[in-house]
């Protein structure tokens, strides 16, 4: 019998009223009205990309038919990214408009110009983000705006209508925590200014996956899913799960999975395609306990056959089931799973391929080129030419998805973490170079999964858990590594009844903040070892609920999947008291706190009596002021309710204060942080991004600046920066949290303020300016000193200059009112930064000029103490400040002197070269053009020749100075430089790094110096004398200095 189910075109009107604004601030809790610190005194402040660029999970990508270099990706957690170079190069085409975790990415046929973008990813992993409905492009990327369905959570596929793109479709899976009738497939006919809901088959189960016949748009093909995740739990199937069918444009479904020869019983997630070359052959990928696998219908779903029934093609179901049919071969077709799979014979046998990364999820090929294609997995997106045999990189792609982060003490420090679908990584936060490259990064202990914990005495020493309980211990030096797991009885497939010991998917492990030998990990008890690993003690009792109803398998119905991600009743956060030893908290991920003061030997529960059950609590932070003070964050996102929660006890956890004013009622909270330099001073990440509190969590505010929209899993604070691991965006860090220590409410009235810079190391490399990333390199620490200045008002009229300076000396000066591009500051109102690299001016640079291994640039400052003025309109402002010492540097301070005063000495020499050089052109292009007006009048004719034999005289000098032949940046190969390339030379080695000047470089700058000196005496010696003499027998020939020619 065909069931058809016929829905009566009710029209929803989704009221478009969301926007960027909405997107970061819905339904904010009311802020308490108390005065605070303005955020216009610290708006200088910026987010750096460190990166790495090593892509993470994309399930959307696309392309665009006869643009063979123009695709589309959706990052899950990442937003929207083109390339225009096949896949060479990414960037981002959403920020500013919307963000996060992405579903879906189409481009109408009709208008390559349109772009619908669909919120929430389909690989609905234990940590996965939800989306913020529907967007539009009218523009190819350039603006956005909202098109509606707010609530659909997410959205796995949007469909074009192929000659008209405002008739489109989207595919709402909905909320996968709980009931939701916000689910099926919608419509809408007029650009997505209003939807239809057209398909809908029950609360708990929504649209997968959707595809119109490519030769009639009035045909549809969709596909639903009963899924809801848990805590502790997956389930995949059941009620719901259905193959579907519409002539009509969708204004009637036939459900097709209840057709002859499709399996009957439990049906889980499916995928559908139909290919573009014969309309009616259509493929479904289906999760079934028996008769799972490939079926492939000759009649547009009337009957099926099963044609392959491989595991490879269907396991893990919940995580794949993507199927396409080829664009140009009838028989080809493509399955998606932790490899991609091609068959040729129309899906009876399948060849197994490898794209550079593997877990894969979405695949567009060109209709015009089946050649041509882009596949989404777990590491991005990649592009093909040549049908699979080559691919494009993922390492240029910044959408690292990361757990936990943590730094060590070396410098520059490293940073560490954990990437999902990847490898652990440590990156260093600033290099030697202008950015932070693969060169600056490696893997380290542990799995994607993972908690890091340093040795405090050795930071090549590193602890790296994962799933399944495993821990290892890496020493970077020797190239070893170790496990050494708890209990290393592996439980891969297992639920977590009956464990010994239950240790969640992202467990956390720490050292001792008091004793450098004592490293923790947490299952639901406490571990602790004094002796790397060889030997763990048991610290405590199980501190969880320990419910066995939900210690069971994880799946569902049709497939288990027992990873570690559902295993519950755990540890999941823990901090030890940087105050006191043996003071340490505990927070389970079904809602306990406990606390011990003896090191372990007892607990108290100390659970706040107003959360709600079975909070996970995500981080606990003890406070670097008092002992009895302590910090939560909690999430209840896994049982649909996505508010935030934070907690602070000043009491040892007997009473909590819930500490939320000010955040979105739908910005859940997994991390807060306390600044170890400022008390009251409080970070805390959301799932869309940054809010801060300067009142100890009283109040909070937006402190997203920057910062793209993307859920924040962690946050760290190292040197006075703010380091923020992003599930999508990489790794970020602010680099000056002094300037918030120094804030106050009264600087809310200055009429300009200026910040004490921080300390500044003297090293090679740094970032040219604040967020200035290359496409596949992360945005470098900015050299040299740093300073923030605000000003209240500003006028065009204003003057505003910072001159820094050494013992009353200037070393240097810039103005808005200067002329000098290189001595230009930049200055407006609200909050400023300016980078002074800390260089002497160097030495002249003439036009044209073509040198070969050489340096101009001026010589760095040397360690000490300095100050920094901000003058106004002839108001001052002064700061103290101090340049440092590289702790790498082989030499001393005073060693560093001796390189300043060289390289200062070469460049005056130098300098007083090219200075007269230009008098020299300047001279002989007078006496030239005396020559040129006067050379054939015989009344001058002995003026005439000693105009050319002293502009000879000057070219003699200048062609001994700098060789004038040279003109581009190989002729010094032809023409061989001269005295102030080879001075200038000396000063390029001397400046490579800190040391003094060898021996050899005094005697050849010695030696270069005397002759530069003896070319700028007979320079003085033309002029005083030669050029003298010319002007006063000039002066006496009475010349006409304007002449009309006849």
């Given amino acids: ?87 060479t190069s990414w960037e981002n085409i959403s920020d500013g408009y919307f963000g996060g975790s992405i579903g879906a990415v189409e481009v109408a046929q009709s208008d390559p110009n349109v772009i619908y973008v669909g919120g929430g990813e389909v690989t609905v992993r234990g940590n996965v983000s939800s989306g913020y409905g529907v967007f539009k492009s009218t523009d190819a990327g350039k603006t956005w705006e909202s098109k509606g369905l707010p609530n659909s959570r997410h959205i796995p596929r949007m469909r074009v209508h192929p000659k008209n793109e405002n008739i489109l479709y989207a595919a709402v899976l909905g909320n996968i925590y709980k009931e939701s009738t916000d689910r099926g497939v919608y419509k809408s006919t007029d650009g997505g200014d209003n939807w239809s809901k057209i398909l809908y088959a029950n609360d708990m189960a929504g649209a997968v996956d959707l595809i119109l016949d490519p030769n009639n748009p009035r045909i549809l093909y969709a596909a639903t899913w009963r899924i809801q995740r848990t805590p502790y739990s997956l389930s995949s199937g059941g009620l719901g799960s259905a193959l579907w069918k519409s002539e009509d444009q969708g204004a009637t479904w036939t459900e097709i999975s209840t057709h002859k020869g499709f399996p009957q019983g439990t049906l889980g997630i499916m995928g559908v395609t139909v290919s573009p070359v014969n309309s009616n052959r259509v493929w479904a990928i289906v999760e079934h306990k028996e008769k799972g696998g490939l079926y492939r219908s000759e009649d547009g779903g009337e009957t099926w056959t099963q044609v392959n029934s491989e595991r490879k093609l269907r396991q893990r179901a919940w995580y794949y089931t993507r199927v396409y049919a080829d664009t140009q071969d009838e028989n080809i077709v493509y399955v998606m799973n932790v490899r991609y799979h091609k068959s040729t014979d129309g899906g009876k046998t399948f060849q197994t391929y490898n794209a550079p990364h593997g ?79 693969e060169d600056n990064w490696e893997p380290t202990a542990g799995g994607e999964s993972a908690h890091i914990a340093i040795d405090p005495e050795n930071n090549d020493i590193v602890y790296g858990g994962s799933y399944g309980g495993y821990l290892t211990r890496v020493n970077h030096q020797t190239k070893t590594q170790r496990a050494i797991n708890v209990w290393p009885d592996n439980p891969m497939g297992y639920g977590a009844e009956g464990m010994k010991y239950r240790f969640q998917w992202n467990f956390p492990i720490m050292f001792s903040k008091h004793d450098p030998k004592k490293l923790y990990t947490f299952s639901n008890h406490v571990h602790m070892t004094t002796n790397e690993g060889q030997s763990w003690e048991l610290l405590s009792d199980d501190l969880t609920r320990n419910d066995p109803t939900k210690l069971v398998s994880s799946g569902g119905p049709i497939t288990q999947d027992n990873t570690g991600v559902e295993y519950y009743c755990t540890i999941f956060a823990a901090g030890e008291s940087p105050l006191r030893e043996g003071l340490m908290w505990v927070g389970s991920d079904d809602g306990l706190i406990h606390l011990t003061q003896d090191g372990g030997k007892s607990w108290n529960n100390v659970t706040p009596a107003q959360m709600p059950e079975w909070n996970m609590i995500n ?21 649909g309710d996505f508010k935030p929660y934070l907690y602070k006890t000043t009491d040892y956890g007997q009473t909590w204060t819930e500490i939320t004013n000010g955040i979105d009622d739908e910005h859940f909270t ?153 001595k230009k500051l930049s200055a407006q109102k609200g909050a400023n930064t300016h980078n002074w ?120 000098v200048e062609k001994a100075l700098y060789q004038t032949q040279n003109r581009s940046g190989q002729d010094p190969l032809n023409f061989p430089i001269r005295l102030t390339n080879k001075l200038a030379h000396v000063n390029s080695l001397v400046g490579r790094d800190d040391f003094p000047p060898t021996a050899q470089d005094k005697a050849v700058a010695a030696e270069l110096t005397q002759k530069i000196n003896e070319q700028l005496e007979d320079f003085n010696a033309l002029v005083d004398q030669e050029m003298k003499e010319f002007n006063t027998e000039f002066n006496k020939a009475e010349l006409d200095y304007l002449a009309i020619e006849e």
């Avoid at 918030?740 to 009235?749: C, G, K, P, S, Y």
């Avoid at 000495?905 to 008098?919: E, G, M, R, Y």
Wanted: proline share 3%; glycine share 8%; with cysteine.
């Fill in 1 to 87: 019998m065909r069931n058809t189910l016929i829905l009566l075109s009710a029209v929803l009107s989704i009221a478009l009223s969301i926007s960027t604004d909405t997107v970061n601030a819905q339904r904010k809790k009311k802020a308490k009205k108390t005065e605070s610190i303005s955020s216009d005194l610290y708006g200088s402040l910026s987010y750096r990309l460190v990166g790495p660029f090593r892509g993470g999970r994309s399930a959307a990508v696309t392309g665009v038919p006869n643009k063979p270099n123009l695709y589309y990706m959706g990052a899950t957690g990442g937003g929207v990214w083109r390339t225009q170079d096949a896949g």
């Fill in 359 to 437: 877990d894969h999820h979405d695949l567009w090929i060109a209709p015009e080129n089946n050649h041509r294609m882009i596949i989404g997995d777990d590491g991005g997106a990649q592009v093909s030419n040549d049908q699979g045999e080559n691919w494009s990189t993922y390492g240029n792609q910044p959408t690292a998805q990361f757990y936990r982060v943590t730094t060590d003490n070396a410098f520059p420090y490293r940073i560490y973490a954990a990437q999902q679908d990847n490898s652990t990584v440590r990156i260093e936060h600033r290099s030697d170079g202008y950015a932070i490259t």
């Fill in 619 to 639: 981080s606990i932070e003890p406070s670097a002021f008092d002992e009895g003070t302590c910090y939560v964050a909690a999430t209840r996102y896994k049982m």
């Fill in 670 to 822: 997994r991390v807060l942080r306390e600044d170890p330099n400022r008390k009251g001073l409080l970070y805390a990440g959301t799932e869309t991004g940054m809010y801060i509190s300067f009142d100890d969590g009283a109040n909070w505010r937006s402190f997203q600046l920057d910062l793209p929209i993307v859920p924040i899993t962690d946050l760290t604070i190292k040197d006075e920066n703010l380091i923020v691991a992003t599930q999508g965006r990489s790794l970020y860090i602010i680099d000056d949290l002094s300037v918030l220590h120094q804030l106050e409410v009264a600087d809310n009235a200055a009429d300009f303020k200026l910040f004490t810079p921080k300390d500044s190391y003297r090293t090679k490399g740094g970032g040219r300016s604040f967020g200035n990333t290359a496409l596949t390199a992360g945005a470098n620490h900015p050299s040299g000193v740093v300073t923030h200045f605000y000003i209240k008002d500003m006028d065009a009229k204003d003057e505003v200059s910072l001159t820094y300076t050494k013992a009353g000396d200037t070393l240097a000066h810039f103005s808005t009112k200067a002329k000098e591009r290189n």
């Fill in 837 to 956: 690299n800390t260089r002497s001016d160097g030495a002249e640079r003439l036009p044209g000029m073509i040198l070969w291994a050489a340096s101009l640039g001026g010589a760095k400052a040397v360690p000490g103490d300095y100050m920094v003025h901000l003058n106004i309109n002839g108001t001052t402002q002064s700061q103290d400040f101090k340049i440092v010492p590289d702790p790498r540097a082989e030499v001393s301070v005073a060693q560093m002197k001796e390189q300043y005063d060289f390289i200062n000495d070469v460049n005056l020499t130098v300098d007083k070269a090219h200075q007269s050089i230009k008098k020299i052109r300047s001279i002989n292009s007078k006496l030239s053009a005396f020559i040129k007006q006067h050379g054939d009048d015989g009344k001058v004719s002995a003026l005439v020749e000693k105009a050319k034999a002293l502009k000879e005289s000057f070219s003699t």
